[in-house]
């Protein structure tokens, strides 16, 4: 007796490219970058991403033929976090007081991400510059101020307060910082409060590939600030409230398969198998016996039987 097993596959759908599987649509509505990026997952998959050469080709490719007269949203943001160097949060972390008549903090040259203290007031600061600095030893709800009068950037002087003291000063409320300014004796000096930047794309894409415009550095803002799609094709950020035109992308719906199992017996019968005409009409008779197959492709697979 001979066996053949005959598996039936139909497929329906797309198929994904392995090289730009993402599409591209345009949308020809001014929302903020928050709108945009919600339209985007309600409609499509997200605010447009872009992780190479290739997916900024066929976007752009995608946003030409819109001859669009405005910057567009993409799915980048740029988000700065303010944090102590102790590592304190909770009650007291958000406590500032910044320059305001000098309209601190500023970030005026994009790589002011470190804090001094002038009199009492704080400024955003490049942490390059050598300066004097405060830290402190006893606990974080009892500090005990120090003046370390040596010159270093704040990194080295990060370092230093950890090997000497506990960390570099945290400053929690008006007290204490009227006790810094006391320290300082009118100097410039560091504090521990700086900030870490930070690059996302808004699916969660991890961040390497870029397309800056000359002279944009991304880090330059106050919290959050968002990427745009500029005519040149470049990228540029703007605040997110802006109203612009956006990119959405999706992914295309994945390949469909069916599997249908059949094991035809065949004893003492002249019909070979593997007649070409035998495997069509057995394919036909697997069909007709399936669920309606319409736009679908069947395949028939043999596997041997070794029993």
């Known amino acids: 007796m001979e066996r053949i097993l005959l598996c039936v596959c139909c497929f329906s759908g797309w198929f994904v490219s392995t ?22 997952t309600q409609t499509h998959t997200d605010l447009a991403s872009i992780e190479n050469t290739e997916e900024m080709k066929q976007l752009n490719s995608t946003v030409s033929p819109a001859a669009h007269s405005s910057e ?7 988000q700065i976090s303010w944090r102590w ?13 910044w320059d305001t008549s000098e309209y601190e903090p500023d970030f005026y040259s994009g790589v002011q ?21 405060i830290c402190y030893r006893g606990s974080r709800m009892n ?30 409320n008006t007290g204490e910082n009227q006790q810094v300014h006391e320290k300082a004796q009118s100097k410039r000096v560091w504090i521990g409060l700086h900030r870490e930047p930070h690059i996302y794309w808004s699916d969660g894409t991890k961040y390497s590939f870029s397309n800056w415009a000359s002279g944009m550095n991304p880090f330059r803002g106050m919290s959050t600030i968002c990427a745009a799609l500029t005519h040149s094709g470049e990228w540029k950020t703007l605040s997110c409230e802006t ?21 035809v017996h065949v004893e ?16 036909t008779r697997a069909s007709s016996h399936s669920p309606p197959l319409h736009s679908r492709r069947l395949y028939v697979y043999e596997f041997p039987d070794f029993e």
């Open 72 to 78: 567009l949203w993409i799915g980048l943001y740029s």
């Open 268 to 283: 003492d019968s002249p019909v070979d198998l593997n007649d070409s005409a035998v495997k069509a009409e057995l394919l």
């Open 85 to 97: 160097s102790d590592g304190l949060t909770g009650s007291g972390a958000d406590y500032r007081n």
């Open 143 to 172: 500090p005990e101020f120090d003046l370390v009068d040596k010159e270093m950037s704040w990194s080295d002087a990060q370092r230093y307060c950890r090997e000497n003291f506990l960390d570099l000063a945290t400053v929690k």
């Open 243 to 263: 109203r612009l035109p956006f990119v959405c992308y999706s992914l295309p719906t994945p390949v469909k398969r069916q599997v249908v199992k059949l094991t």
């Open 113 to 133: 991400f470190c804090v001094s203290s002038l009199k009492g007031k704080w400024w955003d600061y490049n942490c390059r510059e050598k300066l004097p600095f």
């Open 19 to 40: 090289c730009c599987p993402c599409q591209y649509h345009y949308v020809d509505d001014a929302k903020t970058w928050t709108e945009a990026q919600s339209y985007c």
